[in-house]
Structure formats: structure tokens, C-alpha cells
């Protein structure tokens, strides 16, 4: 059974950092992409970041760039986002989910976590 | 940027079929997908590729395709499926994952 669990989230001062890390089980984790996707409250989702299976291509929604890096340790099946410069409309649960399969324009995403909440907030 | 617009709300009597639009530039060309959000809980995808549907998805879930737009249909709706409706693309042109509005169905 695929399992994804997020962790690191919590609150935050605006311009802070956070780190978000994310546990898979249930398949071989180095052979699929994976992506976070966020969603502020009351809002709809919306696509942050994505990894290839081997951590070599990423892509990254606008409102991200140069804020925010995914990375991955396929060795400890652990995805990660990197949140830096965090701004109040940043505030979102984020979940990170698996791509059904390894390249990072894999079309759509079959599994997904619960989800981390991040509050941007003085 | 790419835009998907999907209507805000979907009434239905329980029973009775469901239909959830999806526009966007060019859709056509591109695979649409839909995710099903119920209160409180993580998306799950209901269809892929336009109208594949994953295991364990019921076949009253089932997608289609025409033009500019694309449509998630529910057959034979129930309680169970009130819950907000996302479609989803990937934009080769960006390089970016896109994901509609939302559409929040209520069975009356």
C-alpha cells in the first residue's frame, strides 16, 4: 500500500524558513517523480514544485522560484521542500503526492499524503 | 499562464447524473485529469488521460472530452459524492502542472 507522510510543518514569521519533509513506503521511491502541491485555506490547489525519480529535473510554479527548492534522498525514501524568503500568502496545508512515473512531465499524480500545514504569520 | 475554469458549484438530486465542465486554451491537445476533495481530506484521482479511471474508483465515475472543454461525469450520484472536483493538466509550454477552479457538488 503507498503510503506518504508529511512532517516540518508549523508557523512561521513572514521571511522566515521552514523545511518540509515528506516519507514514502509502498513502492520504489527512486522510480517515480514527486511533486508538492499546496492549498491556502478556503482555496483550491495549486501546483508548487516537482522532482524527476532521480532528483536530476525539477520544475517550479512562478510564485515560488528562487524561494522555495524540492530535493530528494531516494536512500532514505524522503521527499523534501526547501521554503525560504516565506511570505503570508504562502500560508497553505502542502501535500506531497507520486507521479505514475519517473520523468517530471508525468501528466498527473495517483497517490497523495494528509498534508502539512505551513502558517506565515507575525 | 495556462487557465482551467471550472464552475463554481454542481447541484444534484441524489440518483440523478452530474456533470462538472473544465475550460481551457487548446484542451484539446492536452490529457486531463480530475481529483475528487472531500472536506477535510487529501485529493484522490478519480480520472486520468480524459476518461481512464484508477482501481477502485466506481464506474459511475467517468470522464469526456470536446473541443476546449472536458466534463467529469457522475452517474447514479450519492450522499458520498458531495465534495469539490479539481480537472488537471500538465503545460509543455511552461513546464508547469495546472489545476482548475473547482467545482464544489452538493447532493440536495
Known amino acids: 500500500e503507498v503510503q506518504l507522510v508529511e512532517s516540518g510543518g508549523g508557523v512561521v514569521e513572514p521571511g522566515g524558513s521552514l523545511r518540509l519533509s515528506c516519507v514514502a513506503s509502498?513502492?520504489?521511491?527512486?522510480?517515480?517523480?514527486m511533486t508538492w502541491v499546496r492549498q491556502a485555506p478556503g482555496k483550491g490547489l495549486d501546483w508548487v514544485s516537482i522532482?524527476?525519480?532521480?532528483?536530476?529535473?525539477?520544475y517550479n510554479a512562478d510564485s515560488v522560484k528562487g524561494r522555495f527548492t524540492i530535493s530528494r534522498d531516494n536512500w532514505k525514501n524522503t521527499l523534501y521542500l526547501e521554503m525560504n524568503s516565506l511570505r503570508v500568502e504562502d500560508t497553505a496545508v502542502y501535500y506531497c503526492?507520486?507521479?505514475?512515473?519517473?520523468?517530471?512531465?508525468?501528466?498527473?499524480?495517483?497517490?497523495w499524503g494528509r498534508g502539512a500545514l505551513v502558517a506565515v504569520s507575525s | 499562464s495556462y487557465v482551467l475554469t471550472q464552475p463554481p458549484s454542481v447541484s444534484v438530486a441524489p440518483g440523478k447524473t452530474a456533470s462538472i465542465t473544465c475550460g481551457g486554451n487548446?484542451?484539446?491537445?492536452?490529457?486531463v485529469h480530475w481529483y475528487q476533495q472531500r472536506p477535510g481530506q487529501a485529493p484522490v484521482l478519480v480520472i486520468f488521460?480524459?476518461?481512464d479511471r484508477p482501481s477502485g474508483i466506481p464506474e459511475r465515475f467517468s470522464g469526456s472530452k470536446s473541443g476546449n472543454t472536458a466534463t467529469l461525469i457522475i452517474s447514479r450520484v450519492e450522499a458520498g459524492d458531495e465534495a469539490d472536483y479539481y480537472c488537471?493538466?500538465?503545460?509543455?509550454?511552461?513546464?508547469?502542472?495546472?489545476f482548475g477552479t473547482g467545482t464544489e457538488v452538493t447532493v440536495l
Open positions: 503526492a507520486k507521479a505514475p512515473s519517473f520523468s517530471s512531465n508525468s501528466y498527473y499524480f495517483d497517490y
Open positions: 509502498g513502492f520504489t521511491f527512486s522510480n517515480y517523480a
Open positions: 522532482t524527476s525519480g532521480s532528483g536530476g529535473t525539477t
Open positions: 487548446n484542451l484539446g491537445s492536452k490529457s
Open positions: 488521460h480524459d476518461n
Open positions: 488537471q493538466v500538465w503545460d509543455n509550454s511552461s513546464d508547469h502542472y495546472v
